[in-house]
């Protein structure tokens, strides 16, 4: 009889090995991430370099800067996911218990091993380009790590978690420019030699293009965060966590959310006029921007129980207004570098 209960065990325990040895298969169904958003990553993460590169002709050399921007960030993107999902392992049993950790799907132990293996590509890949690379990811993996690990936690500034969480977007636009400006040596007015780290090359415009391309960043990913976190109040009151919610209010919240979409349209707009970016990308952005703002102004007039259902859609069509920005600037900077290289 033991033995047979042994077999019982064996044949309903859970299977770490399958999912790290399938961690694509587990990954597509994790949060059930549809198809557009991890095909838009990829165009995010390309449009970065390229847009700071600009119309000009791409070489081997170019391209493979793109190449492993992409890879270093993408892995960056998976691993920061899945370390905050371990740490908000107590927050994530309110708020998603489907995710998961709390479904016990998989052990902290397990994802903390597939964490590792992103973690350790985005090192590697990132030293491929420079070795200033190397150091804006380390610096931005230990910030994301302190912050998602203790410092939301007790730090009592009021809305302290969603002011900083767009903090691992913004590395994509530094990250994007800085591979262009450390591995692609170009003529420039701004030169800073760092010794063995290498050198930064570049100019005041392409400075001023990434300083507005962080700031769209930042106001864009928090206004959906800033809706997300109304649905996620109760988790986040219970555990302490210090959200725009949280601290002022689930309406207060709506109405700041509102302002930072405003605010992120007209930066959009900036980064037009400031940048290699045509009329392809102002129009279509544009029409994106004034999408995103209708659903965002129902949720400010929107009240009782279909406050909380407005919110989590601004949350979900807020992140795609955000990403697809991304996803239009590389498809403009293509179209161009096609017609520049076959006109």
């Known amino acids: 009889m033991k033995i047979f209960k042994v077999i019982d065990l ?3 325990r859970k299977k770490p090995a399958f999912i790290l040895t399938r961690p694509i ?11 557009y958003e991890l095909i838009s990553y990829i165009l995010m993460y390309a449009s970065v370099p390229m847009l700071a590169f600009g119309i000009q002709s791409y070489s081997i050399d170019i391209l493979k800067i793109i190449f492993f921007t992409v890879i270093t960030l993408y892995a960056g993107f998976f691993a920061a996911l899945i370390w905050n999902d371990i740490t908000d392992a107590d927050i994530d049993s309110v708020a998603h218990p489907d995710r998961p950790i709390p479904s016990g799907r998989i052990s902290k132990f ?3 091993l597939i964490a590792l293996i992103f973690s350790a590509m985005v090192f590697i890949f990132a030293t491929l380009i420079s070795p200033i690379c190397l150091i804006l990811v380390c610096c931005a993996a230990l910030f994301v790590t302190f912050h998602d690990k203790y410092l939301k936690k007790i730090v009592k500034i009021p809305a302290y978690s969603e002011i900083f969480t767009p903090i691992q977007w913004i590395v994509v636009a530094f990250f994007g420019f800085f591979a262009i400006w450390t591995a692609i040596p170009q003529s420039s007015s701004v030169f800073i030699d760092l010794s063995f780290l290498g050198t930064i090359s570049t100019n005041s415009e392409g400075v001023a293009q990434m300083l507005i391309l962080v700031l769209f960043t930042y106001f864009a990913d928090n206004a959906h965060d800033l809706a997300e976190g ?8 219970k555990h302490s966590v210090r959200t725009y919610a949280t601290s002022f209010g689930e309406k207060n919240a709506a109405k700041i959310s ?3 979409f405003l605010i992120s349209g007209i930066l959009g707009v900036i980064l037009f006029y400031k940048t290699i970016l045509s009329f392809i990308f102002l129009v279509s952005f544009v029409l994106l921007w004034l999408y995103i703002m209708f659903y965002s102004y129902r949720l400010l007039k929107s009240d009782g129980k279909d406050f909380k259902k407005n919110a989590s ?6 992140f795609d207004y955000f990403l697809f920005t991304y996803s239009i600037i590389f498809i403009d900077v293509v179209i161009q570098i096609l017609f520049f290289n076959f006109n």
């Open 10 to 12: 064996l044949k309903n």
């Open 25 to 35: 298969n587990f990954l597509s169904n994790w949060r059930s991430l549809p198809a």
């Open 110 to 112: 397990c994802f903390f």
């Open 230 to 237: 109304i649905v996620d109040v109760e988790g986040d009151r």
């Open 258 to 260: 509102f302002v930072w």
């Open 313 to 318: 859609i601004v949350g979900r069509k807020g």
